[in-house]
């Protein structure tokens, strides 16, 4: 016979290093769950502490504090039954590293005290899988079941057990539990075998583009492999580990025992979902709804919603953009128009003899129709003033005198810098908030920015989509979001180009070096694959013909290349970059908004070591020479 419970899942905006904050809100929603006769009451994984918190997991004050806040979540689960994250502590034991024993742990309070699993060690669930991949660096910090069954001496099956509750017996897992596909062990499958009513997986899962079509598919099939219903909550805001910024959509959602999504809360947005849980049960419930697909509109999102929530973190109240007359800072200007008064946002364009009167009068334009702010400042007389101090002079050392020389390659990179470093610092600062970094990912995977310039300011919030990614943000701006032309049809239209030299002239068609539509695919696989596709591949998949279908390009390789020497120039000058001087770049580069699969920063951790071809790559390359 089947039972209903009476669930509420609550979608919750987890503040990181904030437990007393997060507490409040987590207290405030169960005292209204009581009013509304909720029976189980669930909150995100790492609901008290937040999650990506770096080192603030070693100070032992931090430890108290969210110990003591998940006691006041115990004290108030008097008539219901409340499930939240926080981090559990053995203060007599220790971890490998020699401090105090932390885990990821999932709280069960119920009558004013923790419930265990059955036959457990602690009065909490432990989380099993540790995720040491991409931003998550688990095992530096937490001990896990597995560890723990080896220094108990005990199967790791007989601690993973369900949880006896008033709601029935819970299969509680956390996040990277129910994601076993690559582990040795699937808590899922233990717990199945233990008779659960139905599984409850708390995740504090950051947003990636397309993970929710994978984690729908995965959970699904959990589901029916069980043939328990399966609760997934996911908290909502942002969280980062310094150089890289995450957002989290949330997303939560119920599956039946069939493995059909019933019940979905809206992403990127705090939110209840109440839910009558038939418990016993393994058949479908009501019709299943509509899982999202990600498209434009999600990124598009994801990337302002990740700016407004890291602008309050930071308090940033006013933003100056750097307005070239393209598109990726016609983009960056729209996006934070969609969250900041015209009042609070400024565009300053600073032409050069080598800007083109189009692109000047693009960014005047864009300005217009925002209505914000826009000022107009000049640089050439500074780069001459640099070019007369540095050019010619003397340095002297104690066996003789060299002269310094200043070539108009190098005084690219001079008006790059002192667009950046002098100009947009100096506008930000007497306008009273910060300028930004308008890079995208296709820049900087090959380093196409300059260090201190371009590469400058205090957020690149379009650094995790290729080029081609900003072309269609923009358009969606304009068609979806702001439904007018507000970015110009001429940034769309005009060649991509720095505009540092007559070699740049956008009015004569000429750019960039990089073919973006080609560039864009090549550099995902480098970067994007989980295995990572090296220049070894790239030639072997050329003598295939197969190349464009692995790395997704349109178009014909061949027809870009017409040599193979020329092409393998190319790969060979780009990945130069990439594992060269890009890396130093990437380092020193402003954090980075994380919304597809490796993001600059944590999530694609690199080592300055030069770059490098293997030797089956070298035979390769002679057998296409």
């Not at 599956?255 to 705090?270: H, K, R």
């Not at 310094?404 to 190098?410: I, Q």
């Amino acid at each position: 016979m089947s039972s209903i419970v009476q669930i509420r899942l609550v979608q919750m905006e987890v503040l990181p290093g904030r437990p007393r904050e997060n507490t409040a809100k987590i207290l405030s929603a169960v005292e209204s769950a009581k009013k509304d006769g909720v029976g189980l009451l669930v909150f995100p994984e790492m609901a008290i502490p937040g999650y990506l918190l770096g080192d603030e997991w070693e100070r032992g004050a931090f430890l108290r504090e969210c110990e003591a806040c998940g006691e006041k979540v115990k004290d108030a689960s008097i008539g219901l039954t409340v499930m939240f994250g926080n981090v559990g502590l053995d203060w007599q034991r220790k971890n490998e590293d020699g401090r105090v024993r932390k885990y990821n742990a999932l709280f069960v309070a119920e009558s004013g005290r923790f419930v265990g699993p059955e036959g457990g060690p602690y009065p909490f669930v432990i989380k099993t899988l540790m995720p040491n991949y991409r931003e998550f660096d688990d095992s530096r910090h937490f001990y896990d079941t597995r560890k723990l069954s080896a220094e108990l001496g005990r199967n790791l099956a007989d601690l993973i057990a369900p949880v006896p509750t008033a709601s029935g017996r819970i299969g509680a897992v956390l996040c990277e539990d129910s994601w076993d596909m690559d582990y040795a062990v699937s808590p899922l499958q233990v717990l199945g075998g233990k008779g659960v009513d139905f599984v409850v997986n708390a995740s504090c899962s950051p947003f990636t583009f397309n993970k929710n079509n994978k984690r729908n598919r995965v959970f699904a099939a959990a589901a029916r492999r069980l043939q328990r219903p399966l609760v997934y909550v996911n908290n909502v805001g942002i969280q980062n580990n310094g150089k890289t910024v995450f957002t989290f959509d949330g997303a939560s959602c119920i599956y039946d025992g069939q493995g059909n999504p019933v019940e979905t809360l809206a992403p990127f947005a705090e939110g209840v979902m109440d839910f009558a849980l038939p418990v016993g049960g393994t058949g479908a419930v009501a019709v299943p709804s509509v899982v999202r697909e990600d498209d434009t509109a999600v990124l598009y999102e994801a990337i302002r919603y990740g700016t407004e929530k890291f602008m309050k973190a930071c308090g940033v109240e006013r933003v100056v953009v750097g307005a070239s007359g393209g598109i990726d800072s016609a983009v960056v200007a729209a996006i934070y128009s969609r969250i900041l008064p015209p009042d609070r946002l400024l565009l300053v364009n600073m032409p050069s003899r080598f800007n083109s009167p189009t692109t000047i009068n693009l960014a005047r334009e864009l300005a217009k129709n925002l209505g914000c702010g826009y000022i107009e400042i000049p640089i050439e007389d500074s780069v001459k003033l640099t070019r007369a101090q540095v050019d010619g002079v003397e340095a002297r050392w104690p066996d003789g005198v060299k002269r310094l020389a200043l070539t108009d390659f190098l005084l690219e990179n001079v008006q790059a810098r002192d667009r950046s470093s002098r100009v947009l610092a100096a506008v930000a600062a007497s306008f009273g908030g910060v300028f930004t970094c308008n890079a995208n990912k296709s820049e900087m995977t090959v380093g196409y920015t300059t260090l201190y310039g371009d590469l400058g300011g205090w957020l690149a919030n379009l650094a995790d989509l290729w080029k081609g990614e900003v072309y269609a943000i923009g358009r969606h701006l304009n068609d979806k979001v702001l439904g007018r032309a507000v970015i110009p049809e001429g940034s769309f239209a005009i060649v991509p180009s720095a505009e540092l030299s007559s070699a740049q002239a956008v009015d004569e068609g000429k750019g960039d070096p990089l073919i973006y539509p080609y560039h864009d695919c090549l550099f995902r696989a480098w970067v994007e694959d989980w295995n990572r596709v090296t220049p070894e591949e790239i030639l072997e998949w050329y003598l295939e013909d197969t190349l464009e279908s692995h790395i997704g390009y349109p178009g014909k390789v061949k027809e870009l290349f017409p040599t193979p020497r020329q092409f393998i120039a190319d790969l060979e000058r780009w990945w130069n970059h990439y594992q060269g001087l890009g890396i130093a770049k990437r380092i020193q580069a402003p954090p980075v908004l994380a919304v597809k699969r490796r993001a600059y920063g944590f999530d694609h951790r690199e080592s300055q070591m030069g770059p490098r071809y293997t030797s089956r790559y070298e035979d390769l390359k002679r057998r296409v020479l």
